[in-house]
């Protein structure tokens, strides 16, 4: 409900009044470990205190006059413009949490609490407190990051250890890895050797079947046939730069692959791709390298268990055949 008529209301003080202020106020302001803000009712900033310099690698001169749109990440774009233009209309608002943009296009989060200024009963403009809790952000996201990880290995364990259907140990496979990690596109594609190609056994959309029948890499061929050609595992965080890479998806900016091994015997290869750049770090190399042993172990598993399936097979055949030979009736 909008409250056109707000309990506090904050005079509206222009940057050149602030030279006016009580020096005990203007040491405040320029000694507080937050970053102090004015925006006027056009959306520029009107007013910044000096601690932004110390966060952002700004100087205050090259942001007063400017959008405050200039700073604010994209994923926060909309929250902030919506709760400007609330309290544009009066209604005043509960602390929130927002993404800038520091000169070097870093993110920087901050939990920031605003109040309307009125001058002569008319809205000014919004003065507001943001305290940087990056760190706290970046370490809650890790953690987040890191329950997921521990929770991927754990399903695939389970479920690993149980199923002995190769088609249906390779779909659960990347769906796991496609809903944990929470990437565009996972793939295993396994080494048919008798003609030294890869083939894509199990992927997530957007493959298609009709693609996943089609697609097939020689060994050394792209990324993935460059993992599989080493053993060893690889990481594009830039594939136009990459001369390795073989267009498939135009969308597709980073790709991670690792092998996945028997011994020192390369039998296939995981590949997940992202449509940002610098999307992989180690941390996302040694998950998938766990990951990929757990999965060759599995996949050889399957691959013995179908063999002696046959094995009994061939046998029981051989039997008929020759209790055949003797007694046709």
């Known amino acids: 409900m909008k409250n056109s008529t707000p309990s506090k209301r904050l005079k509206f003080i222009s940057p050149l009044d602030f030279t006016h202020l009580d020096p005990h106020y203007r040491q405040l302001f ?10 006027d009712r056009r959306g520029k900033i009107a007013y910044l205190n000096d ?3 110390k966060i952002s690698k700004y100087k205050v001169k090259e942001l007063l006059g400017r959008h405050f749109k200039h700073v604010i990440a994209p ?7 919506r709760t400007f233009l609330q309290q544009l209309r009066g209604k005043n608002i509960k602390p929130y949490e927002l993404t800038v943009l520091d000169k070097d296009g870093k993110r920087i989060h901050l939990k920031t609490s605003e109040q309307i200024i009125f001058k002569e009963g008319k809205i000014q403009g919004v003065i507001g407190f943001a305290t940087d809790i990056t760190e706290q952000k970046e370490l809650t996201t890790e953690l987040s990051k890191m329950v997921k990880e521990l929770y991927l290995l754990q399903q695939i364990a389970q ?7 190769l088609e249906l140990l ?14 565009e596109r996972a793939s295993v594609l396994l080494i048919d050797e008798g003609k ?20 097939r890499l020689k060994v050394g061929q792209g990324i993935t046939g460059y993992v599989a050609k080493t053993g ?10 990459n001369h390795h890479y073989r267009v498939f998806d135009k969308k597709t900016k980073s790709e991670i692959a690792v092998p996945l091994k028997v011994g020192n015997k390369v039998i296939g290869v995981i590949n997940i791709e992202s449509y940002k750049k610098n999307t992989f770090g180690e941390k996302d190399l040694e998950l998938l390298t766990l990951v990929a042993n757990q999965a060759s172990i599995a996949i050889e598993n399957s691959r013995l268990y179908q063999s002696l399936k046959r094995s009994y097979l061939d046998s029981i055949k051989t039997l008929v055949s020759a209790i055949e030979a003797k007694d046709p009736y």
Do not use: G
């Open 75 to 81: 994923e926060s774009i909309e929250i902030t413009r």
């Open 159 to 165: 479920e690993l250890s149980s199923i002995l259907d």
């Open 196 to 215: 030294n190609e890869l083939v894509v056994r199990a992927a997530e959309k957007p493959y298609s079947k009709n693609v996943q029948s089609r697609l």
């Open 51 to 53: 601690f932004v310099e």
């Open 170 to 183: 390779l779909q659960r496979i990347v769906r796991h890895l496609k809903e944990t990690l929470n990437y």
């Open 232 to 241: 060893k595992p690889y990481i594009a965080n830039d594939i136009t730069k």
């Open 30 to 39: 320029k000694n507080i470990n937050s970053v102090i803000y004015i925006v």
